[in-house]
């Protein structure tokens, strides 16, 4: 974090919020959804039970070409929508999370303009129990696309599918199958597996990943071998990233301010931007600077920002505070690393 990283404090006022976000490609628009079986209101929102749907025009697509594996005895609701009023949205008024994932997805949001011919596989947080499609999600999508970088939009198998905090217990449980760590791994494969149909260097295809799914961007930068049984010639093809740009990270402080042990960070990793909250309520500021010296101690080129305030799942918008500068510093990291 000092010899070969760049480490900038920085304050701000807290900035969360859950954002929509929409985006018109020239694709043909996916058929219209079928009416939902059921909707709850509560004054967290509207749960509507159904699969959720991406903006119009983008094609969610499975990535298991059978059904996902390891999901024998596994019992879940069917997936449903929380949609919640959000003013502040960058687009449109209201947000959305998705629950009870069992058939995980990825979508493609082509870039805006000029490619630059690199893709980025986006992880939503949600802490294991959901996925936030549009705040860590669409919107993050919307922001890579109009820099000519291919978003593709991961949504994976939750709830309690990698290490998560367990309300019943009260306690950590890493569960026996890392399912959500499988189909982040498959996404990538299947994103450099299409490469030359996307339009992209297959050497040039990062992960960016937000709370757990920061914890994704991380297991995928330093889990090399396949947390599953290989199913086609897909599967052949590495799954590591590029780069890695991590916010706000969970799951990688563990009992006595270590680092998870599932993680060994070797020089294959990948160059990295890591970024956090001194104040996040949710999760602690260690998570990031556990992993940061340890980005350090194996050599691998990282740039390091903490900002002394901004809370928890902040996003790319409209801000009169330093935390919102972060756009510019990854635009600028992305050109220093090549990749714009």
Request: with cysteine.
């Amino acid at each position: 974090m000092t010899r070969r990283g760049t480490l900038l404090i920085l304050s701000c006022g807290l900035g969360v919020a859950i954002v929509g976000g929409a985006l018109a490609v020239t694709r043909k628009p996916d058929p219209p959804p079928p009416a939902p079986a059921s909707t709850a209101t509560s004054k967290e929102g509207v749960r509507t039970v159904g699969v959720w749907r991406p903006p119009q025009g983008l094609t969610q697509a499975p990535i298991w070409p059978n059904g996902a594996p390891d999901m024998d005895g596994v019992t879940s609701p069917p997936e449903s929508v929380l949609t919640v009023e959000t003013p502040t949205a960058l687009r449109g008024t209201t947000s959305q999370a998705v629950f009870d994932v069992t058939s995980p997805t990825m979508t493609i949001f082509p870039p805006r303009g000029a490619s630059v011919g690199a893709a980025i596989v986006v992880f939503p947080g949600g802490g294991f129990r959901a996925v936030a499609t549009t705040l860590q999600g669409t919107e993050i999508c919307d922001w890579i696309t109009a820099r000519g970088i291919t978003c593709v939009l991961a949504k994976y198998r939750v709830p309690k599918s990698n290490h998560h905090w367990d309300p019943d217990c009260r306690c950590a449980v890493t569960p026996a199958v890392p399912r959500a760590l499988q189909d982040a791994q498959r996404t990538i494969r299947l994103v450099r597996a299409q490469a030359a149909e996307l339009g992209v260097d297959p050497h040039k295809i990062g992960v960016m990943g937000f709370s757990a799914g920061g914890y994704l961007a991380v297991q995928t930068s330093n889990i090399v071998e396949p947390a599953y049984k290989p199913i086609d010639a897909d599967d052949r093809i590495s799954s590591r990233p590029d780069f890695a740009l991590v916010f706000y990270p969970g799951h990688l402080c563990r009992p006595g301010r270590r680092l998870d042990p599932g993680i060994r960070v070797t020089g294959r990793t990948p160059p990295t931007f890591l970024l956090q909250a001194w104040d996040d309520p949710v999760d602690d500021i260690c998570n990031s600077t556990l992993y940061a010296r340890a980005l350090d101690d194996a050599g691998v080129p990282a740039e390091v920002h903490l900002f002394a305030k901004g809370g928890h799942a902040f996003g790319p918008r409209r801000m009169d505070h330093p935390v919102a500068l972060w756009p510019t510093l990854v635009e600028r990291w992305l050109g220093e690393i090549g990749i714009l």
